[in-house]
């Protein structure tokens, strides 16, 4: 089985930064894409960020130039550096692991941006 665990959410003023942080433990070796998504109320789940085993990033565009995401393969981490928060971010943020088509998915982790 796989397991991922995120953490590092919580409440933080428009402005302000946080990071969150994947685990991922288990059967799974080499993984391909790690990513980051998240899911605000009465919305669809979106894609904020994901990088490949080769450090290939995609950011959605309402992220680009605040967010960076980074992986440490051997650890099986991802880290989302979120910077600049605003209102519009707050959702529950997911980790996913893409290992060639077959998708693997935290629990979440919520963040709130409010003043």
């Known amino acids: 089985q796989v397991h991922l665990v995120e953490s590092g959410g919580g409440l933080v003023q428009p402005g302000e930064s946080l990071k969150l942080s994947c685990a991922v433990s288990?059967?799974?070796?080499?993984?391909?894409?790690m990513g980051w998504y998240r899911q605000a109320p009465g919305k669809e789940r979106e894609v904020v960020a994901t990088i490949t085993r080769g450090g290939h990033t995609n950011y959605a565009e309402s992220v680009k130039g605040r967010f960076t995401i980074t992986r440490d393969s051997a650890k099986k981490t991802a880290d989302l550096q979120m910077n600049s928060l605003k209102s519009e971010d707050t959702a529950v943020y997911y980790c996913?692991?893409?290992?060639?088509?077959?998708?693997?998915w935290g629990q979440g982790t919520q963040v709130t941006v409010s003043s």
């Open positions: 996913n692991v893409d290992d060639f088509g077959i998708n693997y």
């Open positions: 288990g059967s799974i070796d080499s993984i391909y894409l």
